[in-house]
């Protein structure tokens, strides 16, 4: 009977708040909860929102960038042979701890993090074992030769998974306490998983799949632990008063595709087509407000330029020749001032004007025949040499955050450069001061314009 009444004092309630619009409706969700108790009405977690989707996110944009990039890895370590085929630093050998060495050092310095020291060493270790029974099960499987020959245990990078291990170990443990940390530790890492690739030990699909190992392996080891104490972290009350930074300051790491809206070398004859590279490197800003900032990249830009094919028509029976010209890489940094604009909490537009410099690696240039009697039949006859220019660059980003920590950017840039670049034809013109000065010193000014188009891994503070 009590449970009779109270629901007819409830439907006449309702029914009074319907005949009056200036009066604000009732929750139903909660009188029906008031007819049984016993009985919770909970909203529906929206699929994205949900916390298993939200933590397993960055791993499968790393696996499906390294399945992306399976197919070019032979290229893009052409790249690396051909600007720095001798590059030899073992920093990545100790660089990979370093986030773990720090989370050890501020907890002996007492500073609080999100769990005491022997929760989070138990929460480290365990992450430690499905890091290390993920990579050395799918290594000695897959069974994949490293690049420098040595080995056939390149898949997945073991440096990568511990560098990402580490640094989600810092990012659990002091994220909260200030963002710096958790951008200090995933940057180390990202320089450990770049030092596998210029020192030839790993391929990038290597290291894109050990980061997602690392950062899925911490993941798991965090909720295997909570599961057996029953909370979140062992001084979520005490941290829980600390207050972010509310603007969109970020830092990102980018990859994507160049498109030239210029033939790179016009004015010299070798280049006839616009040329479509990659683009790879780091972005950010500091913003001030909501919208406004500055801030600056650092990339590096490479294409592929197309061999001329040319006919010999004097009657030597030198046959069709090729001329092979070396790809051009940009090394780009720039600085300008930031635009943010918020459609939503999950929806973000950055627009940007930067200026700064560009350095343009110097190539060479080759005669390419079956006649020609030399290795690969190529016979060299020029050297190219860019000078350092000036580079403006503008763009446009779309960000949707899968977290207020984390998202995922889709960006398009546009640069201008505008190079002068010497050319040097053969040492032995040297004593022939008319063809010495002709072509040895022959210097053209080519319009250097692309846009490049990708997506960033974007994390704000």
């Given at each position: 009977?009590?449970?009779?009444?109270?629901?007819?004092?409830?439907?006449?309630?309702?029914?009074?708040?319907?005949?009056?619009?200036?009066?604000?409706?009732?929750?139903?969700?909660?009188?029906?909860?008031?007819?049984?108790?016993?009985?919770?009405?909970q909203d529906k977690?929206?699929?994205?929102?949900?916390?298993?989707?939200?933590?397993?996110?960055?791993?499968?944009?790393?696996?499906?960038?390294?399945?992306?990039?399976?197919?070019?890895?032979?290229?893009?370590?052409?790249?690396?042979?051909?600007?720095?085929?001798?590059?030899?630093?073992?920093?990545?050998?100790?660089?990979?701890?370093?986030?773990?060495?720090?989370?050890?050092?501020?907890?002996?310095?007492?500073?609080?993090?999100?769990?005491?020291?022997?929760?989070?060493?138990?929460?480290?270790?365990?992450?430690?074992?499905?890091?290390?029974?993920?990579?050395?099960?799918?290594?000695?499987?897959?069974?994949?030769?490293?690049?420098?020959?040595?080995?056939?245990?390149?898949?997945?990078?073991?440096?990568?998974?511990?560098?990402?291990?580490?640094?989600?170990?810092?990012?659990?443990?002091?994220?909260?306490?200030?963002?710096?940390?958790?951008?200090?530790?995933?940057?180390?890492?990202?320089?450990?998983?770049?030092?596998?690739?210029?020192?030839?030990?790993?391929?990038?699909?290597?290291?894109?799949?050990?980061?997602?190992?690392?950062?899925?392996?911490?993941?798991?080891?965090?909720?295997?632990?909570?599961?057996?104490?029953?909370?979140?972290?062992?001084?979520?009350?005490?941290?829980?008063?600390?207050?972010?930074?509310?603007?969109?300051?970020?830092?990102?790491l980018k990859m994507?595709?160049?498109?030239?809206?210029?033939?790179?070398?016009?004015?010299?004859g070798l280049d006839?087509?616009?040329?479509?590279?990659?683009?790879?490197?780091?972005?950010?800003?500091?913003?001030?407000?909501?919208?406004?900032?500055?801030?600056?990249?650092?990339?590096?830009?490479?294409?592929?330029?197309?061999?001329?094919?040319?006919?010999?028509?004097?009657?030597?029976?030198?046959?069709?020749?090729?001329?092979?010209?070396?790809?051009?890489?940009?090394?780009?940094?720039?600085?300008?001032?930031?635009?943010?604009?918020?459609?939503?909490?999950?929806?973000?537009?950055?627009?940007?004007?930067?200026?700064?410099?560009?350095?343009?690696?110097?190539?060479?240039?080759?005669?390419?025949?079956?006649?020609?009697?030399?290795?690969?039949?190529?016979?060299?006859?020029?050297?190219?040499?860019?000078?350092?220019?000036?580079?403006?660059?503008?763009?446009?980003?779309?960000?949707?955050?899968?977290?207020?920590?984390?998202?995922?950017?889709?960006?398009?840039?546009?640069?201008?450069?505008?190079?002068?670049?010497?050319?040097?034809?053969?040492?032995?013109?040297?004593?022939?001061?008319?063809?010495?000065?002709?072509?040895?010193?022959?210097?053209?000014?080519?319009?250097?314009?692309?846009?490049?188009?990708?997506?960033?891994?974007?994390?704000?503070?």
């Amino acid at each position: 009977m009590k449970k009779l009444a109270l629901a007819s004092g409830i439907l006449l309630h309702l029914h009074c708040y319907k005949a009056q619009d200036t009066i604000q409706s009732r929750n139903l969700q909660k009188d029906l909860a008031l007819i049984q108790p016993d009985i919770s009405v909970q909203d529906k977690t929206p699929f994205l929102k949900k916390e298993w989707v939200r933590k397993s996110v960055a791993p499968a944009i790393l696996f499906t960038a390294a399945a992306a990039t399976w197919g070019e890895k032979e290229n893009i370590r052409e790249v690396r042979n051909r600007y720095l085929p001798s590059f030899k630093a073992k920093y990545d050998d100790y660089l990979q701890y370093a986030p773990a060495a720090a989370v050890y050092g501020l907890k002996l310095s007492g500073v609080k993090g999100r769990n005491n020291l022997g929760r989070a060493t138990l929460s480290y270790v365990t992450s430690l074992a499905i890091m290390g029974i993920l990579v050395n099960s799918i290594k000695y499987t897959a069974k994949v030769e490293r690049p420098d020959g040595s080995k056939n245990n390149s898949f997945p990078s073991g440096h990568s998974a511990m560098a990402f291990t580490n640094a989600s170990f810092l990012h659990k443990e002091y994220g909260m306490v200030n963002p710096a940390y958790s951008i200090a530790g995933y940057g180390s890492a990202a320089l450990t998983g770049l030092g596998r690739n210029l020192n030839n030990r790993h391929w990038i699909p290597d290291v894109l799949a050990g980061a997602g190992i690392g950062i899925l392996s911490t993941e798991l080891g965090y909720f295997f632990i909570d599961k057996i104490y029953k909370n979140k972290g062992d001084n979520l009350g005490l941290l829980s008063k600390i207050q972010g930074n509310e603007n969109p300051s970020f830092i990102a790491l980018k990859m994507g595709a160049a498109l030239g809206t210029t033939d790179f070398l016009k004015e010299i004859g070798l280049d006839n087509k616009k040329q479509v590279g990659f683009e790879g490197g780091l972005e950010g800003a500091y913003f001030f407000s909501k919208n406004w900032g500055i801030g600056g990249d650092f990339s590096f830009s490479s294409f592929p330029v197309k061999p001329l094919k040319v006919p010999l028509e004097d009657g030597e029976s030198f046959g069709n020749y090729s001329i092979i010209t070396q790809s051009m890489g940009f090394l780009g940094a720039g600085l300008g001032p930031y635009f943010s604009h918020e459609f939503s909490d999950k929806w973000l537009l950055t627009l940007k004007a930067t200026a700064g410099y560009s350095a343009t690696a110097s190539g060479k240039v080759f005669v390419k025949s079956d006649n020609v009697e030399a290795p690969n039949h190529e016979l060299p006859i020029a050297r190219y040499k860019p000078k350092p220019a000036f580079r403006w660059n503008t763009g446009a980003a779309l960000t949707y955050k899968f977290n207020p920590e984390l998202g995922l950017t889709l960006y398009s840039d546009y640069n201008q450069i505008k190079s002068s670049i010497r050319y040097h034809f053969s040492d032995s013109l040297e004593d022939n001061d008319e063809l010495n000065n002709e072509l040895n010193n022959l210097i053209t000014k080519e319009k250097i314009n692309y846009f490049t188009f990708g997506l960033r891994l974007t994390a704000y503070f």
